[in-house]
């Protein structure tokens, strides 16, 4: 059965930054797109970074472009989000998603999610 946990979500400062790790099991992650979403109060869910098993290829949402970075240890089947920069706006429930490839991860076809974790920027 596959396992999602993500760990790293906190309360922030404006300005400030947080490193949201999801450690991987039950499966081989290796091959898979891993990545995250995010949910605010009140909105949907939107896809805020993703990365390709073998790093090549990297999403990220217009939002986070130039502040948050995704990167992956394939040997610890585990995926990071580094969050510089943060925002108010960034308040939100990340999840963790693995699916099996990049191209479904652009369709929003996910395999797996997270039970989520909670980042909170104050002003």
């Known amino acids: 059965q596959v396992q999602l946990v993500e760990s790293g979500g906190g309360l922030v400062q404006a300005g400030g930054s947080l490193r949201l790790s999801c450690a991987a099991s039950?499966?081989?992650?290796?091959?898979?797109?891993m990545g995250w979403f995010r949910q605010a109060p009140g909105k949907e869910r939107e896809s805020v970074a993703a990365i390709s098993w073998s790093g090549a290829n990297t999403y990220y949402a217009d939002s986070v472009k130039g502040r948050f970075t995704v990167s992956r240890d394939n040997a610890k089947s585990t995926v990071y989000l580094q969050m510089n920069s943060l925002k108010p706006e960034d308040t939100a429930v990340y999840y963790c998603?693995?699916?099996?490839?990049?191209?479904?991860?652009?369709?929003?076809?996910?395999?797996?999610w997270g039970k989520g974790t909670l980042v909170t920027v104050s002003s």
């Open positions: 998603a693995v699916t099996r490839n990049y191209i479904n991860w652009v369709r929003g076809d996910i395999d797996n």
């Open positions: 039950g499966g081989t992650f290796s091959t898979y797109t």
